[in-house]
């Protein structure tokens, strides 16, 4: 069954915590609610948006259309050999909870990537990452609802175009245009832990390393650095760590010689746009309720009463400053709407 509901406010499905409100909201529960519902003329006429828990997301206003929602929420394992598991999770499961149901089952490959907010649907599309994981690692198919072709397409991991919080279904022209309605994963029953990336070693020094101590130190780690969008909203990292050719860095370095970097290859590094925005001072700088996050400058928050305008200055004034000090142009991870 299809839950429509009007004048909705997204309270709920925006972490950013901004009281905005669609005109419509709707939630599908199975593949075949939401064919019926996309290839009715009511959809089709209005301008419409898929939404997870809106953890990437930035209103900017209210919407003037159909933002849609999936609540397909069951999980259910498809094959096993002795090795792997293949698990296929609808698009509304809590992407934390299938985190903890694989570490509580001893299937590896996600653990790092433990209490990021979002759904599993956003998350894929999103492809998100932490300490060292990308979802993309363990992600098989992408089950998606096309609405050109009218009809559901799987999408082989291969199909995705994963890259950098990047995939297929967010580029021009896809984006919007395809509803993820289940993810298939495969998981290892022999985890192979992943604890190069940042502090995570030291924070497990002296414990076995296990799939729960590892969750755990993520979600300690988490928990230090980055504000709970439950208390304070924000979308965790408001930009993505930029790119740079080796010259540039080169030149950069010469002025600035303790800037961090991380190689992607022979060509570019990846550059913390943490650092470059700590550098210009910003960390406090606000625009009405809206704030540079002290403890982690790659997070703007929501101190209460923000608008999406006063993030969006917020975030403009951010990369004029970036770009003025280090000709670097700084991208948002957030989505804008
Ligand atoms: N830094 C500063 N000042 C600060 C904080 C950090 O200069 O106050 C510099 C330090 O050099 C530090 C570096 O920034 O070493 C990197 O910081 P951190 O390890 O927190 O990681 P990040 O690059 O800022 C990325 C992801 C996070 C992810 C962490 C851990 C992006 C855009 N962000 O942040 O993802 O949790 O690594 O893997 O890639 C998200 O996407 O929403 C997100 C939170």
């Known amino acids: 069954m299809m839950k429509i509901k009007e004048n909705y406010s997204l309270l709920a499905h925006n972490t950013f915590g901004l009281d905005v409100k669609t005109r419509w909201?709707?939630?599908?529960?199975s593949e075949e609610d939401l064919a019926r519902f996309v290839s009715d003329t009511f959809f089709r006429s209005q301008q419409s948006c898929p939404v997870g828990q809106g953890s990437n997301l930035l209103f900017l206003d209210d919407f003037i259309g159909i933002i849609?929602?999936?609540?397909?929420?069951?999980?259910?394992?498809?094959?096993?050999d002795a090795d792997w598991v293949y698990i296929q999770s609808g698009a509304g499961v809590v992407w934390d909870h299938l985190v903890a149901y694989c570490v509580q089952n001893g299937w590896g490959g996600i653990e790092n990537l433990s209490l990021i907010p979002g759904e599993v649907g956003a998350a894929a599309v999103q492809n998100i990452g932490a300490y060292g994981s990308e979802i993309q690692d363990a992600i098989v198919e992408v089950h998606a609802f096309s609405l050109e072709k009218n009809q559901k397409v799987i999408f082989h991991r291969s199909e995705c175009e994963f890259g950098y919080r990047e995939s297929f279904f967010k580029k021009e022209p896809n984006k919007g245009r395809f509803y993820v309605t289940y993810v298939v994963f495969r998981f290892s029953k022999h985890p192979n832990f992943n604890?190069?990336?940042?502090n995570l070693k030291e924070v497990l020094h002296g414990k076995t390393i296990t799939l729960q101590s590892v969750r755990e130190a993520v979600i300690a780690i988490r928990q230090h650095k980055l504000?709970?969008?439950?208390?304070?909203?924000?979308?965790?990292?408001?930009?993505?760590n930029p790119y740079l050719c080796?010259?540039?860095?080169?030149?950069?370095?010469?002025?600035?010689p303790d800037m961090p970097f991380y190689p992607v290859n022979d060509e570019v590094v990846k550059v913390p746009a943490a650092w470059l925005i700590d550098q210009c001072g910003m960390k406090g700088a606000t625009v009405g309720g809206a704030a540079i996050f002290e403890r982690q400058p790659l997070v703007i928050v929501n101190k209460g009463g923000a608008t999406g305008n006063d993030i969006a200055q917020l975030a403009e004034k951010v990369k004029t400053a970036v770009k003025q000090k280090f000709g670097v142009e700084l991208r948002p991870e957030v989505n804008y709407i």
């Open 227 to 240: 504000p709970d969008p439950k208390l304070m909203g924000n979308a965790g990292s408001f930009f993505k």
């Open 68 to 80: 849609v929602h999936s609540a397909i929420r069951n999980v259910s394992v498809l094959k096993e």
């Open 25 to 29: 909201f709707a939630e599908y529960e």
């Open 246 to 256: 080796i010259a540039h860095l080169q030149g950069l370095r010469k002025a600035y």
């Open 195 to 198: 604890l190069e990336y940042g």
